[in-house]
């Protein structure tokens, strides 16, 4: 069996992983690390995005052997801040990344279950594009389905984080 | 006086608070089904038929067994005894033909996906890797795939009951023959409602953590109904309610689709005893697409008579609703949700409404969002759209000249529902004055005007719907098997905080925070002092669930009422404290006064605290400060609005792009206009995606084509536009919060506005119907017909696409029959 080192939310992991293990499931079923979830099983939903490196991937397209010596970022980490050195821009008080906070007063969620793999790819969208137009937005995260929101509330609360961001900064 | 010094509580009813929900949902803190394990969890994998129609002739399961890592496999035939069959609670006609339905199939598989055996191992992979080694035969049988080839009974799906009909529900108001004789008009059209597959984000999953020695079983399920499934399981396996706890975790989305018994329930919870081990079972997508309900599947014939002048005379309604191979829990129910909902706003002498239910070879359909409404709304919506272009006169013009006028409340319809309340004057006029109703009809006729190659649709919907299910009567009159009352408890605790324990399961509406508000006005304390447990038996043994837009309508009135009766209860203990007579006491904003003496005052608090301690009280109470209250409605709500819908189709392409959505929904009085904008949102979306997306596409041979996320275009961020919204405010009459509910609004109406719009785009090029959904290949198919149509100067307009069910000669839409010289009819210019 394979060993890999990855670290994820600022904590390094190392382990001896089957050569098929999917990204995800060594994150949910080994890690414990509920908080990225699965939709679908063509990569098609993204419930299941979080940052490889920086950028959005989808972990249920990876195998874990990909992510050796990655650093990984999930929404369980993000709500601590950035895994890397700096605390977060334009962070909020209670520790939640602007997009957290904006997909909640913004109401960008309702059952919630996509929400972790939106924001991740938010994320990397705003770091892409700091100020997106709405079809900025839509077309940024045409690779995450929501099935409650109708998406309306979802491009406002990218909308309300880049502004924050921005202000921020 | 000095009462005004004091700082006053803000009130939450109406606002748009923040939801209390979020926090675990925005930092991944959550407990899906799927998170959660227990010691010793042995993973399910379920083999299933790769065929439509088949006898099982061998099932050796011995194999799998030999693997390692598996610790037990079973064929249908080794569980039959225990499993037993899946319910069906709503048998709609006495004479209703309701096979068994084996949730592992023994003898025969009838769809694509039914459960054949299934394999128990130590982890995911290894038990889907058994599957393989499970040896399966089968005697292919000839698969029914289309319901009017099922109706000819030729291909029968369960031999045994000698037909695929499984119930003829007629239903009548008015004399239909009278209505339609001699009337000016008659417009007869056929519409098909294609299967959709719900697609909550969050995949089903089953956790069952058994106490075996004490014959006690804790089911987390992903599921709307804990407490309907806690009691189905205990019918099904013979468990008694009280050893069965069934836990709704946090649950990622419904639409219906987790308003069910599964078989996956009932075989976890049997091997779980069995084996005296967690069992533990996740779908995966593609799974689910074979294994999970889904909706709509109608044919819709329908015919409408009316007036020179536009007034409806009478409506016709010969439905045909696929149930697929087996009932499901409420599969019969659906479309007789639908009869009530075909008359919708309008005024007219007679209605006739007829239902076949029919079995064909696929995965059982059961309720979507809005269940039987949406699919009625359609109809009626189409219908007006069509009786409108027939007479010439403007779509909302028609519509006026109908529907019910907000003087005519209370309206007892032709259906036999009472409408309590509602202006559809009011929200029309709001919505048209949003979507720039008139400027819109200008440019369209410009662009027709210059043979613009992008044509512009106005599409309306001018919807009711019944929700709030339901008074239990009226679910009893409809032979349903339980009733539609909802529970809540409401308790001070010794510090002075609210718990409210709720019988609805929500999976995303929000309760939490807007049973908050409720409970926080009622009582006169702060919304945050609110704590709202729900979605386990053992917390909340009482409810009957969370689906039918009835959780505000029905359990919010509950939580408000319960509110109330503490207030009772706890004006007694007041009185006792304050040394006051009962009668003298006043309560406001979470405080009791005594009337005349303005410095005795106590607190709700601390009235809490004091009954707490019970060391004081008067004689004949009991200390505590709980009240449970049991809701059963008296009427359903009647939500309204209307919905407009500018399209922009590119007629060389085919591709429909919607230009703007303008809706005004009457919901009642508002709780959480954020949350009630969200429901709107996102059930303008799914009702979208049928108009124009969405398809469950199964071959000749019964294999489901759109069997995964590639195939079936669910609608992403890019296909959708943004909504404007807007609210006019009719309370309802028949429940003390005024509410009438929300959560299927948006399904109901939006997908006759679009696909209004689609065609009144394309309506002068000489198309008169697409079918659903309206995709780039079929809009330009239509026109193409359409051309053809017209060169050929046939004089009919075939423009329904290839359906895939159908195939290249779809069912013809009835020519129009005018009765009568339409000539001078009205302000359309014709005189
Ligand atoms: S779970 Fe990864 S894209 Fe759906
Ligand atoms: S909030 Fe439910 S899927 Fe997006």
Redesign the pocket.
Known sequence: MPTISVKIDGTTYRDDVEARLLFVHYLRDRLGLTGTNI?CDTSNCG?CTVLVDGHSAKSCTMLAVQADGCEVQTIEGLARGWAGASEPEGGQQDGWHPLQTAFHTEH????????PG?IMASVDLLADNPDPSEDEIRHGLEGN?????GYHN?VKAVHAAATQMKAGA | MTDLAEPTRTPSVGQPLHRKEDARLVTGQTRWTDNLTAPGTLHMAVLRSPMAHAGITRVDTAPALDQPGVIAAFSGADLADELGSLPCAWPVTADMVHPDHPPLAVAEVRYVGDAVAVVVARDRYTAADALEHIVADYEPLPAVVDMEAALADEVLVHAGKGTNTCFVWPFAGGDIDAAFDGADVVVERRFVQQRLIPT???PRAVLVEPVAAAGEYTVYSATQIPHILRLMLALTTGISEGKLRVVAPDV??GFGSKLNVYAEEVIALVLAKRLGRPIKWTESRSEGYQATIHGRDQIQDVAIAAHADGRIRGLRVDLKADMGAYLQLVTPGVPILGAFMFPAIYKMDAYDFRCTGVFTTKTPTDAYRGAGRPEATFAIERLMDELAVELGVDPMELRRRNWITHEEFPYTTVAGLTYDSGNYEAATDKAMAMFDYDGLRREQAERRERNDRVQLGIGISTYTEMCGLAPSRVLGSLSYGAGGWEAATVRVTPTGKIEVVTGTSPH?QGHVTCWSQIAADALGVAFEDVEVLHGDTQVSPMGMDTYGSRSLVVGGVAVQQAAEKVIEKAKRFAAHLLEASEDDIDFSDGTFTVRGSPEATTTIQDVALAVFAAHDYPEGLEPDLTSDVVFDPENFSFPHGTHLCAIEVDTETGRSVIRSYVCVDDVGRVINPQIVEGQVH?GIAQGIAQALYEEAVYDDAGNLVTGTLVDYFVPGAPDLPSFTTGRTETPATSNALGVKGVGEAGTIASTPAVVNAVLDALRHLGVTDIAMPCSPERVWRALHDAREGATQASGTVASRPPHPEYGESPPQAPAIATQADLSGLDEGGQQ
Do not use: F, K, S, V
């Open positions: 939709g419930a960008g969620l309702q059952c919630g279950y996509c929400t939106m389905l929501c099935r409650c929101t979802i | 909550a984000i969050e990622g989305g995303g996102g």
